[in-house]
């Protein structure tokens, strides 16, 4: 949508205006994602959990981050939520809520920080063009060490390090589990698996398929229009041939399902996968060791 198109449906002066706009990390939505679905959103509430936006060391810089952990359980295990294109919004902090409630220690890094505010882009295009497209991995990789480093400071993650991840977060939840040797498993909501090496993005998931530290659920769409069914193959291929923790990775791919199926504030929301997928995913960690 574009900020002229949020302007009409949401005038300056109304008072709602904030609600939607995010104003800090993990509150209101992305511009680019409005309107909201506001009838199909999740929310989960903060009792019982210590929540909020952290700041995060990685050298001289400090990178924001969504924290979401149980308030009376100290040594949580650690789960990594990696975002959309669309930042740390109100619907990645409700995921780390999620986590939260079912024991684990959620962190949500804003890892487009450097390169600019992605929650403010109002156009999709515009967002990917000079944003997204300037992120390079290796930085990427290095602000989620820096997560992890910073956890463990906090008492989290001892016991078992996961990452997860939604399209972008997916492709870097891939990524991650091949990089960190700490992960002992990894969730990849729908993130694509293939593409050409460029000097920020050298190599892709099946580039690094063989070589992964734990094994990784992938939550996939068959009606994902970006991700072709072809490309899950190859991973498959690439997985079958690969290390213990590759050829302990599986995917489900849910038949009518289209991309963006979890994100509950989105169109592209299906109740029945989103709720299998979730339950496939705390299953994952807690049979490989994150729990």
């Known amino acids: 949508m574009l900020k002229e198109e949020f302007d009409t449906l949401v ?22 994602t409005l309107p909201i679905a506001a009838q199909t959103v999740v929310k989960t509430d903060s009792a019982g959990l210590v929540t909020g936006e952290v700041m995060i060391p990685v050298g001289d810089f400090k990178m924001p981050a969504y924290r979401a952990a149980p308030a009376q359980r100290t040594g949580a295990p650690l789960v990594l939520v990696i975002s959309e294109i669309f930042g ?3 619907y990645i902090a409700d995921v780390a ?10 962190v949500a890094p804003e890892l487009f920080v450097r390169q600019g505010d992605a929650g403010s882009y109002g156009e999709i295009a515009k967002l990917i063009a000079e944003v997204i497209s300037k992120v390079p991995d290796e930085q990427v990789m290095k602000d989620l060490d820096a997560t992890v480093a910073w956890a463990r ?7 078992g390090i996961g990452v997860t991840g939604f399209c972008w977060g997916g492709r870097i939840t891939w990524l991650y589990a091949a990089h960190q040797p700490a992960v002992k498993a990894g969730v990849a909501w729908y993130g694509r698996l293939v593409g ?10 099946v ?28 991973m498959k291929a690439a ?6 923790a590759a050829k302990k ?14 994100a509950d504030y989105r169109p592209s929301f299906r109740k029945e996968p989103a709720e299998d997928g979730w339950k496939r995913a705390l299953a994952w960690f807690k049979a490989h060791g994150v729990a």
């Not at 400071?153 to 016991?159: D, F, L, R, V």
């Not at 997985?239 to 213990?244: K, M, R, V």
């Not at 990775?249 to 979890?262: G, K, L």
């Open 97 to 106: 809520r999620r986590f939260a409630k079912a024991g684990y220690y959620a």
């Open 11 to 32: 005038p300056a002066g109304d008072p709602s205006r904030r609600s939607f706009m995010r104003t800090a990390v993990g509150s209101g939505f992305a511009a680019a």
């Open 88 to 90: 740390v919004h109100e």
């Open 207 to 234: 580039d690094v398929a063989g070589a992964l530290n734990g094994p990784v659920l992938g939550l996939y769409g068959a009606a994902d229009t970006g991700i072709p069914l072809d490309t899950v193959e190859k």
């Open 249 to 262: 990775s599986e995917f489900v791919v849910y038949p009518d399902a289209p991309h963006a199926f979890h």
């Open 153 to 159: 400071g906090q008492g989290a993650g001892t016991a």
């Open 239 to 244: 997985l079958a041939s690969g290390n213990a």
């Open 196 to 205: 050409n090496s460029t000097p920020l993005n050298p190599k892709h998931p």
